[in-house]
């Protein structure tokens, strides 16, 4: 049996009142804050990066090489195939990740000529530790028209 409208009984009043709504937090508050205290970490690392003297800097930078170093032995990467100096993996796999995501951003938000600069600074790095991974290899091939600007067919 269907009960008509006029049957029930709905509860008079503001919902508030009842407390049967919680006042949730406002999204752009929660938002700003949360970029508030990114901002503040960062002032933080700065802050403290300038306290460095440069003998500091080095050392500091010599052990996140040797904490790459490490890991990358760790996951079975050959000695050969890591940069001494920056402690990076500078194997095939590799090689082919950072390849694999400059095309993941070439098609997922489209080419943006904002995107060139550090493109080339990634072809760049790589045609230096290993140019026989670069050599004839276009990134975007079939994806982006680069040179001209333009997206490609995919």
Excluded at 109 to 121: F, Q, V
Excluded at 124 to 143: K, N, V, Y
Aim: charged share 30%; net charge negative; hydrophobic share 35%.
């Amino acid at each position: 049996m269907l009960v008509r409208a006029e049957q029930l009984e709905l509860p008079v009043g503001d919902a508030r009142e009842k407390g049967i709504l919680q006042e949730a937090p406002q999204r752009n508050t929660v938002m700003a804050k949360a970029a508030a205290r990114r901002l503040k970490a960062a002032a933080v690392h700065r802050e403290e990066r300038a306290k460095l003297a440069p003998e500091q800097v080095a050392d500091r930078r010599t052990s996140m090489a040797d904490a790459r170093i490490a890991l990358c032995v760790t996951q079975g990467t050959a000695l050969d195939d890591i940069d001494p100096a920056s402690g990076y993996s500078l194997n095939w796999e590799s090689y082919e990740s950072v390849r694999q995501s400059w095309r993941n951003q070439a098609k997922q938000p489209g080419w943006s000529e904002c995107y060139r600069r550090d493109l080339e600074k990634a072809i760049a790095f790589w045609s230096e530790h290993r140019p026989e991974f670069t050599e004839s290899d276009d990134w975007l091939e079939g994806l982006v028209d680069h040179y001209e600007g333009k997206e490609g067919d995919a």
